[in-house]
């Protein structure tokens, strides 16, 4: 099975929210090191609104050349070609913030099961 936060993990990694490199079986997941760096007031949960904080001070962190959009250059090493695919809505080979946002948002609601607006 095929985490459907690959993406978000990915990213989060990049971000410097190191996960255990030896946890191979969950490439891809979420990893506590994820949730612990994205947990602001550290409550032990991750709201969506943490979660949305970091990953937007992340997009400036990506966007290396400050053009407002992430091209396949600055997320190479980051994403795998698919997973820039599936971010890059419109197939232009740029990621804006918006669709950056609607993907980590989408993973966020993906990875969060028990639907209370947390992950922990
Ligand atoms: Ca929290
Ligand atoms: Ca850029
Ligand atoms: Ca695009």
Redesign the pocket.
């Given at each position: 099975m095929k985490s459907r936060f690959g993406v978000a993990a990915a990213l989060l990694s990049a971000l410097g929210a190191a996960a255990p490199v030896s946890a191979k079986t969950a490439a891809g997941a979420l990893h506590e090191a994820h949730l612990k760096a994205v947990d602001a007031d550290g409550n032990g949960a991750v709201s969506k609104s943490e979660y949305r904080t970091y990953m937007d001070a992340g997009f400036a962190k990506l966007?290396?050349?400050g053009?407002g959009?992430?091209?396949a250059d600055?997320l190479s090493g980051i994403l795998a070609v698919e997973q820039f695919a599936v971010i890059d809505v419109d197939k232009n080979g740029r990621v804006t913030r918006a669709e950056y946002t609607e993907q980590v948002l989408k993973d966020f609601d993906a990875a969060d099961r028990s639907k209370d607006g947390e992950l922990k």
């Open positions: 966007d290396k050349n053009d959009v992430l091209g600055e």
